[in-house]
C-alpha cells in the first residue's frame, strides 16, 4: 500500500524500494508468529502450512530470525540512505527490545500466552520500526 501511494502521488524515491525485502521479512515473520497460537487446532483441521510443517519452536526461532534480520538490514541500510538517526535509532531499539521481550517470554515459559505475546510484541514492534524507517528517509 504505502509503495501505490507513493507511485500514484508523484512522491516516489528509489530509496523506498528497500520496502520490498523489508517488507517481506517482517511479513514472514508475522505470518510464523501470528499462526502459533491456533497451530495444534489447525493441524487437526487439516491446515499444513509452512509454519505447520515447521513446527511451533521452528516457527518462532523463524520468526524471530526473519524479524532481526528485517532490523538488521534497516541499520545496514543507513550509512547508504542518509537516514535522520535521530529518528530511526529508537524506533529500532524499540523493536528490537521487543523482539527480546517476545524471545524472553516464550524462553521462560513456552505456553499459549507465550505464543500471543509474541505475535502482538512483533507486530508492534514492526509498525513502530516501519514507521520510523520511513520518516527517517523522507
Known amino acids: 500500500l504505502p509503495l501505490w501511494v507513493w507511485l500514484t502521488l508523484g512522491a516516489w524515491r528509489d530509496v523506498l524500494w528497500w520496502l520490498l525485502p523489508l517488507g517481506a521479512l517482517i511479513g514472514f515473520a508475522l505470518h510464523l508468529v501470528n499462526t502459533l497460537p491456533d497451530i495444534e487446532g489447525d493441524a487437526t483441521h487439516g491446515v499444513n502450512g509452512i509454519a505447520h510443517r515447521l513446527g511451533t519452536r521452528r516457527s518462532m526461532m523463524a520468526g524471530w530470525g526473519a524479524f532481526g534480520a528485517a532490523l538488521v538490514l534497516s541499520a545496514a541500510l543507513a550509512p547508504f540512505l542518509e ?49 520510523g524507517w520511513l520518516a527517517a528517509v523522507s
Do not use: K, N
Open 83 to 131: 537516514y535522520e538517526l535521530w529518528v530511526y535509532a529508537p524506533t529500532a531499539a524499540f523493536a528490537l527490545g521487543l523482539l527480546g521481550a517476545s524471545i524472553g517470554l516464550y524462553a521462560s515459559r513456552r505456553d499459549a500466552f507465550a505464543l500471543q505475546f509474541g505475535f502482538g510484541a512483533l507486530g508492534v514492534g514492526a509498525a513502530v520500526l516501519a514507521a
